[in-house]
């Protein structure tokens, strides 16, 4: 037998590999600056020693180990069942089957709007809301679809614009109420009812507002914008975290670095 024919590797076999690192990928930026991520690496290092218990034929080791991992299958489920909802959103609203997908990114002769000057404009927003302290519920869709919450509200179709918020978000306005959903620089829901977050990790201070910014923000890749009504203060939602601002210029450039 040849002594290289461990070398052997064949496309399929490197297939494996890169799918492999694509789902490792994916797994992290959906748990990344989460507690999951401590979760997970503690399983991969329990997966790990299993694999060198087996390589060693550490046979009694191995046995606890792997009767430990099948086991704990369904404890994984409970303890990620947010990731996993996420991941499988992440995957039914695939870019090739949206309007925002490849065949976008190879359009060249259609010029669209950057979405710097749509965040500048409604970060601004924020800011005069902030001082009158009017609540405002901004969301901003990524990648998956939002159709879920947009069916709660009301269909809208109108480019962002200041005057536009204000009067959505006007404290005697009928559209007052609950969210809107911004898509590529294009409000297209208002009065929008989000999912509340019940985590006992919120500020007991949080209102429903901030529940549902953070709600939605843990069910799919979007972004939140919090005004409060109390207060006045400003509040950055992302990927289940969310954070207190002053500076609406820093707040600009995270928003737009996290759309980018």
Same mark, same amino acid.
């Given at each position: 037998?040849?002594?290289?024919?461990?070398?052997?590797?064949?496309?399929?076999?490197?297939?494996?590999?890169?799918?492999?690192?694509?789902?490792?990928?994916?797994?992290?930026?959906? %748990?990344?600056?989460?507690?999951?991520?401590?979760?997970?690496?503690? %399983?991969?290092?329990?997966?790990?020693?299993?694999?060198?218990?087996?390589?060693?034929?550490?046979?009694?080791?191995?046995?606890?180990?792997?009767?430990?991992?099948?086991?704990?299958? %369904?404890?994984?489920?409970?303890?990620?069942?947010?990731?996993?909802?996420?991941?499988?959103?992440?995957?039914?609203?695939?870019?090739?089957?949206?309007?925002?997908?490849?065949?976008?990114?190879?359009?060249?002769?259609?010029?669209?709007?950057?979405?710097?000057?749509?965040?500048?404009? $409604?970060?601004?927003?924020?800011?005069?809301?902030?001082?009158?302290? &009017?609540?405002?519920?901004?969301?901003?869709?990524?990648?998956?679809?939002?159709?879920?919450?947009?069916?709660?509200?009301?269909?809208?179709?109108?480019?962002?614009?200041?005057?536009?918020?204000?009067?959505?978000?006007?404290?005697?306005?009928?559209?007052?109420?609950?969210? $809107?959903?911004?898509?590529?620089?294009?409000?297209?829901?208002?009065?929008?009812?989000?999912?509340?977050?019940? &985590?006992?990790?919120?500020?007991?201070?949080?209102?429903?507002?901030?529940?549902?910014?953070?709600?939605?923000?843990?069910?799919?890749?979007?972004?939140?914008?919090?005004?409060?009504?109390?207060?006045?203060? $400003?509040?950055?939602?992302?990927?289940?975290?969310?954070?207190?601002?002053?500076? &609406?210029?820093?707040?600009?450039?995270?928003?737009?670095?996290?759309?980018?």
């Amino acid at each position: 037998m040849d002594s290289f024919d461990f070398l052997d590797i064949g496309f399929l076999d490197i297939l494996d590999i890169v799918l492999v690192a694509v789902l490792l990928f994916y797994i992290f930026k959906l %748990i990344r600056g989460t507690a999951a991520i401590n979760i997970f690496i503690g %399983i991969a290092i329990i997966y790990l020693i299993w694999k060198l218990t087996q390589a060693l034929e550490m046979e009694l080791l191995s046995d606890i180990l792997g009767k430990f991992l099948g086991g704990g299958f %369904i404890a994984l489920i409970i303890v990620f069942q947010q990731e996993i909802r996420k991941f499988l959103l992440m995957v039914g609203s695939t870019n090739i089957a949206s309007k925002k997908g490849i065949l976008k990114r190879f359009n060249f002769f259609k010029s669209e709007i950057a979405p710097n000057n749509q965040i500048d404009i $409604i970060v601004s927003f924020c800011e005069e809301m902030s001082k009158s302290k &009017t609540g405002v519920l901004i969301v901003l869709e990524r990648n998956n679809n939002l159709e879920f919450v947009k069916i709660t509200g009301d269909p809208m179709y109108i480019e962002v614009n200041k005057p536009i918020l204000k009067s959505i978000f006007y404290k005697n306005s009928p559209l007052h109420d609950g969210a $809107i959903v911004v898509e590529n620089n294009i409000i297209t829901a208002t009065r929008v009812i989000l999912p509340i977050e019940n &985590t006992t990790e919120i500020p007991a201070h949080f209102g429903l507002r901030h529940r549902a910014a953070l709600g939605i923000t843990i069910r799919s890749d979007a972004l939140s914008i919090v005004v409060s009504e109390e207060t006045g203060q $400003i509040s950055y939602m992302n990927n289940g975290a969310f954070i207190l601002f002053e500076d &609406t210029a820093e707040l600009s450039e995270i928003i737009k670095e996290d759309l980018s």
